[in-house]
C-alpha cells in the first residue's frame, strides 16, 4: 500500500537538542497524526492535526499541518533520552471512513 | 482515556496450529477497528478493517481464510491466524477508532507471533 514518505530516516542527537522531522506526500490529506513507537509497542499518539497551517503543541512537541496538505512537521525541543524511538507520521484523506496512511518512520536516538 | 489492549502480547506456536489476537478498547466503544502487522524495522501496514456486526475488508494481497476477523460487540475485536507458518511471525497490532470527535484512532501494545 501507499506511504508517506519521511525524512530523516534515521538521526542521532544529543540530548538538549532541538529535534525536525518532515512527511511528505503526493496526496492531499484532511488530517495528520504524530505517533511515537517504543520497542515491542504499540503507536502512542502525540499530536492530531485537522486543518491546514494548524500549529499544535504538546508539551516540548510541535507539530504543523502544511498549507498544501500535502505535508506535515513535527518539532522536539530539547531533547531528552526518553524521546528515543520512531517517530511515525499518519495522513487520513477525506471522509471519516478514510484509513490512515503511515510514514515510513523517522528513528531518533539521543545520546547524553 | 483512549485505552486500547491487546492479548496476548507474546505467543509461540507450532506450524499448522491457529492463533487468536484479542483487541478490546477498554474506555470507549469502537465500531470500527483496524489490524496492522509490522516486520522489523518497518513501518505499519493495513491488514484489515474490521467493523461491528458486518464482515471485514481485507487490504489488497490479505488472505481472509487466513486471517479470520471477528468484530462481535463495540469493544472486541479479534483475529485469528488459521494455519500459522513461520512466514507468518510478525508483531501484530490492532487500533480502534473513536466513533465522535475526530475520528482518532488509538492503538494496541502489539503482540509478538513467533510460529515454528
Known amino acids: 500500500g501507499q506511504q508517506l514518505n519521511q525524512s530523516p530516516q534515521s538521526m542521532f542527537i544529543q540530548e538538549g537538542e532541538d529535534v525536525s522531522m518532515n512527511c511528505t506526500s503526493s496526496s492531499i490529506f484532511n488530517t495528520w497524526l504524530w505517533y511515537k513507537q517504543d520497542p515491542g509497542e504499540g503507536p502512542v499518539l502525540l499530536i492530531a492535526?485537522?486543518?491546514?497551517?494548524e500549529l499544535t503543541s504538546n508539551g516540548r512537541l510541535t507539530a504543523q499541518f502544511g498549507i498544501t496538505r500535502k505535508d506535515s512537521f513535527l518539532n522536539i525541543s530539547a531533547s531528552i533520552p526518553s524521546d528515543v524511538g520512531i517517530y511515525f507520521c499518519?495522513?487520513?484523506?477525506?471522509?471519516?471512513?478514510?484509513?490512515?496512511?503511515f510514514g515510513t518512520g523517522t528513528r531518533l536516538q539521543v545520546t547524553l | 482515556g483512549a485505552v486500547v489492549s491487546q492479548h496476548p502480547s507474546w505467543v509461540i506456536c507450532k506450524s499448522g496450529t491457529s492463533v487468536k489476537i484479542e483487541c478490546r478498547s477498554l474506555d470507549f466503544q469502537a465500531t470500527t477497528m483496524f489490524w496492522y502487522r509490522q516486520f522489523p524495522k518497518q513501518s505499519l501496514m493495513l491488514m484489515a478493517t474490521s467493523n461491528e456486526g458486518s464482515k471485514a475488508t481485507y487490504e489488497q494481497g490479505v488472505e481472509k481464510d487466513k486471517f479470520l476477523i471477528n468484530h462481535a460487540s463495540l469493544t472486541l475485536s479479534t483475529l485469528t491466524v488459521t494455519s500459522a507458518h513461520p512466514e507468518d511471525s510478525s508483531f501484530y497490532i490492532c487500533?480502534?477508532?473513536?466513533?465522535?470527535?475526530?475520528?482518532?484512532?488509538?492503538f494496541g501494545p502489539g503482540t509478538r507471533l513467533t510460529v515454528t
Open positions: 492535526l485537522y486543518k491546514a497551517g
Open positions: 487500533s480502534a477508532r473513536l466513533t465522535s470527535a475526530n475520528y482518532e484512532q488509538y
Open positions: 499518519a495522513g487520513r484523506g477525506i471522509g471519516t471512513a478514510s484509513k490512515l496512511t
